[in-house]
T-cell receptor, first 116, second 117 residues
Framework: DAGVTQSPTHLIKTRGQQVTLRCSPKSGHDTVSWYQQALGQGPQFIFQYYEEEERQRGNFPDRFSGHQFPNFSSDLNVNALLLGDSALYLC???????????????FGEGSWLTVV | AQKITQTQPGMFVQEKEAVTLDCTYDTSDPSYGLFWYKQPSSGEMIFLIYQGSYDQQNATEGRYSLNFQKARKSANLVISASQLGDSAMYFCAMREGRSGNNRKLIWGLGTSLAVNP
């Protein structure tokens, strides 16, 4: 049973560039959430996708956008990169039907983004 | 105001001993869930244990147990028989509302645990 997979694991970008990070949820999960974790901090919620729609959004600018595909995988796009976007980006998957299954939220290994 | 507070930036424990990591939370929602995750230096956030606000019993998962004191709004993680591989950052997180409607987790700042041989 494959867990949550993210790619790439590490990348370096230049200020002003754009980046796309990818996530495949755990088998049986249909909801994907993205988090940004700066060094020494807890993760911050960016947004959540369910049924190919953005369902919740945290306090992040429009430069952060996402997409969910019919197979439940998801992309996180960040435009016009700033130095402050350097962080670990974590993808979380869960079951969207709620109940006990919705209480298990699993994370991938993350994508380390460095903006120079 | 902080919704999740972890007051111990760093903790040390001797191998094979038990350790308690503190977490207090703040919410006015009667329905919520509390999570603990382990984050090694590799970055992966590893799910450890979950406690729902309506659960009657404290959650347990192997060597991990959650000391849930609802009136005090605390959800401390207890790790029994510590192992060297337990050395990592530990995060407490909360989801407000019922799981069907909300997947957003609010996180504490974490506790760095070091297990000494």
């Amino acid at each position: 049973d494959a867990g949550v997979t993210q790619s790439p694991t590490h990348l370096i970008k230049t200020r002003g560039q754009q980046v796309t990070l990818r996530c495949s949820p755990k088998s049986g999960h249909d909801t994907v959430s993205w988090y940004q974790q700066a060094l020494g901090q807890g993760p911050q919620f960016i947004f959540q996708y369910y049924e190919e729609e953005e369902r919740q959004r945290g306090n992040f600018p429009d430069r952060f956008s996402g997409h969910q595909f019919p197979n439940f995988s998801s992309d996180l796009n960040v435009n016009a990169l700033l130095l402050g976007d350097s962080a670990l980006y974590l993808c979380a998957s869960s079951a969207g039907t709620g109940g006990a299954r919705g209480n298990t939220i699993y994370f991938g290994e993350g994508s380390w983004l460095t903006v120079v | 105001a902080q919704k999740i507070t972890q007051t111990q930036p760093g903790m040390f424990v001797q191998e094979k001993e038990a350790v308690t990591l503190d977490c207090t939370y703040d919410t006015s929602d009667p329905s919520y869930g509390l999570f603990w995750y382990k984050q090694p230096s590799s970055g992966e956030m590893i799910f450890l244990i979950y406690q729902g606000s309506y659960d009657q019993q404290n959650a347990t998962e192997g060597r991990y147990s959650l000391n849930f004191q609802k009136a005090r709004k605390s959800a401390n993680l207890v790790i029994s028989a510590s192992q060297l591989g337990d050395s990592a950052m530990y995060f407490c997180a909360m989801r407000e509302g019922r799981s069907g409607n909300n997947r957003k987790l609010i996180w504490g700042l974490g506790t760095s645990l070091a297990v000494n041989p």
